[in-house]
């Protein structure tokens, strides 16, 4: 449960009702600020080396509408790092952007008769607008969309860089297929089975594509994660550990053969089949091979062709995650052949299933259905042997119908029988490199990242196809390869094939090697292409000589500090890794990895689901700021829980934020003593409790516990006005200096209130100029603390005592108290337990 700031009578004034009076206004205050960061240039960046620099980055938002309650938490979150980090002193860059690139904008131009620029650069305009009045820190000056020629320029010029290097290339093969988007999809965009887009079911098609060879980086990416550990979340390094899938085992092949008189002799036909447990290779009772893979139409028996495509087109209605159902009833068909064990020399009927897949290692498995539950059901749906070549101390999976699968003693395997399973991998291994009939390898989970898209509005591929040449790489200086503009509405529905096909005028082409007739091609790039490099782009965004300036890259990266949402964990995160180790090979940085630290974020429910239309739960981000103004948002927002965690809107009171930020800013009201008074001669107390803020708000931040940080400012808060209340009142230096903490401390969580909250306190503008106060170590020390009382359990009195006192020093304090004695009535005493100097606790006899 969220715990709500503390409330006070009255209310916060809104829209049109000023400050002149000495009232909080936050619509005054939105409309007076903006204006001066804007003229003052106070989140440009000095970079001029004069200070250490510090780069905070949030992932890349996408112009499809305004902004929405996901936006509000995402960049709330990185604000407070960027503006901390000014106040310490850095130079801080802090840009902003838009991946403008994709499908919505697409899809609105066909509704709407109209090119995807319009609505592109229209949704940018009305963000730009919002992002401004939620008073984010923002370098305006370095501003980028992908959509620009001068972006996507560059953008293809990297390509052609992967495509000299081998790391982008083309081929045949089964792909995802969205049947509503109509174009293709990268396996990391298929979630649950159907688009991450559109949620349509994905399906697969045989199509020629480009990809990128993500998978020649397979090892580096999963190495290098040593050297985030503690600076990512742990669960996005799980995730990306277990997408890559690195697992080691062996390579084994068998030797195809047909059945006793059938035609055909494929004796010199070897399928290599990838297992991480050779050990369990005298297990084997049966063949499989994916429904649909090449491999299965090149080893069917003409007897059995018929058979084998009919279940291809049964197979061809599911997804990959109903495949992978351990539930589904088994299905397969015999292809007729034999496959020969190397190590036993027996014969393994070959059959094609679903539940195997394609692109996993080379479509085709041993299998061992003791020891592999699906291996086992299929078994036992075609009533194929079962052999346990594991003793585990299990029931007999002939028995159970259970596979056994954990350690054990290798058993029924002939050179094998006695070995553990480590040791029996290990000499498996050592029997197939003898014998020439296999080897020790690494496999992995990872697929080449398939970039084309069927699609208009993206960036184009920069090939061109010549008859004589074949493939061409347009010449650095042609690029960028535009867009056509003539290109709208109608023209750009889906149709199997990218609408760029159809612009003649555009495709045809002379060829730049030979000269002649060629056509340029049609497809776009995937969109986390663009956004795999953009931070980079941001250091230099009208540098012409490259993707980006090498020096600036020396000068800003990595990125100190990246928000952005888990949900990227294995799409754009994974992306950009592996583009900056490729521009690191190129040779144009010297780093691996482009985000030392990263933040998430948690989503923002109501009522405890996701927001949504078709719920009707959702909350309008703009009508709340009209409603609350922007720092009580903000502050809701940052106050509700750690950045990681889900934030309920049911659940927090952003009216309740607002009248604490008038509380605050009403302390400036009461403020009479001139700017620069020396505090020293002060309230103590209050000094003390101003400094032990400032320390502990200084370790908070860098934990990310931000929530924490704004409860330390509502104590100082209420501290401060106890003591103008109560004490010397508002001309003791030390309240100014406790008011001027509180200012600073805001400007991180609501700019506005607390630019305006300096300005009253007679600084000139900007607080976003002001440093980090100095802590006094001496007022750290506590002089008194608080010891509790209780008898019988229960609180009878509360003690004001020294941090140092001895336990039995504190419990004679205690037993002297009048209302400790009225409590007792004449009782004695027990027990008496005492834990200096916080808690005394009296048991009656």
Not at 221 to 240: C, F
Not at 686 to 712: G, M, P, Q, Y
Request: charged residues 25%; negative net charge.
């Amino acid at each position: 449960m969220s715990v709500q700031p503390e409330t006070e009578t009255g209310t916060a004034q809104a829209a049109g009702e000023g400050s002149s009076d000495g009232s909080y206004s936050f619509a005054a205050m939105e409309a007076k600020w903006p204006q001066v960061w804007e003229d003052l240039k106070v989140f440009t960046p000095l970079d001029d080396g004069s200070r250490e620099r510090r780069y905070v980055l949030d992932m890349f938002p996408y112009p499809s509408g305004d902004l929405h309650m996901g936006h509000a938490e995402a960049f709330a979150m990185g604000d407070v790092v960027a503006r901390y980090w000014r106040l310490k002193g850095y130079d801080v860059l802090h840009p902003i952007g838009w991946d403008s690139f994709g499908l919505p904008a697409e899809n609105a131009a066909i509704k709407r008769n109209a090119h995807p620029s319009e609505w592109t650069y229209a949704n940018i305009e009305t963000q730009a607008a919002s992002f401004k009045r939620y008073g984010l820190s923002l370098d305006w000056s370095r501003r980028l969309h992908t959509s620009d020629p001068e972006y996507y320029r560059w953008t293809q010029w990297l390509f052609l860089r992967f495509y000299e290097r081998g790391l982008a290339y083309r081929k045949n093969h089964p792909v995802n297929w969205c049947p509503k988007d109509q174009t293709v999809l990268a396996n990391e965009q298929v979630v649950n089975g159907a688009c991450e887009r559109c949620g349509t079911p994905v399906t697969k098609k045989a199509l020629n594509q480009w990809y990128f060879k993500i998978t020649e980086y397979a090892d580096r990416l999963l190495d290098d994660m040593n050297e985030l550990e503690g600076h990512w979340p742990e669960r996005v390094l799980a995730m990306q550990r277990n997408w890559i899938g690195r697992s080691e085992g062996a390579h084994v092949d068998f030797v195809i053969q047909a059945t006793d008189g059938a035609d055909g002799n494929l004796a010199e036909n070897k399928v290599t089949v990838f297992t991480t447990r050779p050990d369990t290779l005298y297990g084997a009772t049966f063949f499989v091979v994916a429904a649909d893979a090449d491999l299965a139409a090149e080893l069917v028996t003409p007897g059995r062709a018929e058979a084998l495509s009919e279940y291809q087109d049964r197979v061809k209605a599911l997804s990959e995650i109903e495949r992978q159902n351990t539930d589904r009833e088994k299905t397969g068909v015999f292809l007729g052949r034999y496959a020969i064990n190397p190590l036993n020399g027996e014969k393994l009927p070959v059959w094609a299933a679903d539940y195997v897949l394609a692109d996993y290692g080379t479509g085709a498995i041993m299998a061992v259905p003791a020891h592999d539950q699906r291996d086992l059901d299929f078994a036992r749906a075609f009533d194929l042997p079962v052999r346990a070549v594991l003793d585990t101390g299990e029931e007999d999976p002939n028995v159970s119908g259970i596979a056994t699968s954990g350690e054990g003693t290798v058993i029924n395997s002939g050179p094998l029988d006695g070995l553990s399973k480590a040791d029996g991998i290990a000499k498996a291994i050592e029997i197939v490199e003898s014998a020439g009939t296999g080897q020790g390898t690494v496999n992995y989970r990872l697929r080449d990242w398939l970039l084309s898209r069927q699609r208009f509005w993206g960036a184009p591929i920069p090939i061109i196809h010549c008859e004589e040449c074949g493939e061409v790489p347009v010449p650095d200086e042609q690029l960028p390869v535009r867009l056509p503009d003539d290109l709208r509405g109608e023209q750009l529905a889906p149709k199997g094939t990218s609408p760029l096909a159809a612009a003649e005028g555009w495709v045809n082409v002379s060829c730049p090697s030979c000269g002649g007739s060629a056509r340029r091609d049609t497809d776009t790039m995937d969109t986390f292409v663009d956004s795999s490099w953009y931070y980079l782009r941001y250091l230099s965004p009208d540098y012409t000589e490259g993707p980006f300036d090498p020096e600036a890259a020396k000068a800003w990266m990595p990125v100190a500090q990246y928000v952005g949402g888990v949900e990227h964990a294995i799409l754009h995160l994974l992306y950009s890794r592996f583009f900056t180790k490729v521009i690191k090979d190129i040779g144009l940085i010297d780093f691996d990895e482009p985000f030392a630290s990263l933040m998430n974020q948690g989503q923002v429910l109501n009522g405890g689901k996701a927001m949504s239309k078709s719920l009707g739960n959702g909350v309008d981000l703009g009508e709340q700021l009209d409603k609350f103004g922007v720092d009580a948002v903000r502050l809701t927002m940052v106050f509700a829980s750690p950045p990681e965690d889900d934030i309920d809107w049911a659940d927090v009171s952003p009216a309740a934020s607002a009248k604490f930020l008038a509380r605050a800013w009403r302390l400036g009201q009461d403020v009479s003593s001139a700017p620069g008074t020396d505090p020293s001669d002060g309230d103590r107390s209050l000094r003390s409790v101003t400094h032990r803020t400032l320390a502990d708000v200084s370790d908070l931040v860098e934990a990310h516990k931000f929530n924490v940080v704004i409860a330390k400012a509502m104590e100082l808060v209420n501290a401060t006005r106890k003591s103008v209340d109560n004490g010397p009142g508002g001309s003791d230096p030390a309240v100014r200096e406790a008011v001027e903490a509180v200012a600073i401390i805001l400007s991180m969580f609501a700019p506005y209130t607390a630019e305006d909250l300096w300005n009253v306190l007679g600084h000139p503008a900007s607080v976003v100029n002001a440093s980090w106060p100095a802590v006094d170590e001496s007022l750290l020390v506590q002089e008194t603390v608080t010891a509790v009382v209780q008898v019988q359990g229960k609180v009878r009195d509360r003690l004001e005592v020294s941090p140092s006192i001895a336990d039995a020093d504190l419990q004679e304090l205690a037993l002297a108290s009048e209302n400790v004695q009225r409590a007792l009535d004449g009782r004695g005493i027990a027990k008496v337990i005492v834990r200096a100097p916080k808690l005394v606790n009296i048991v009656p006899a």
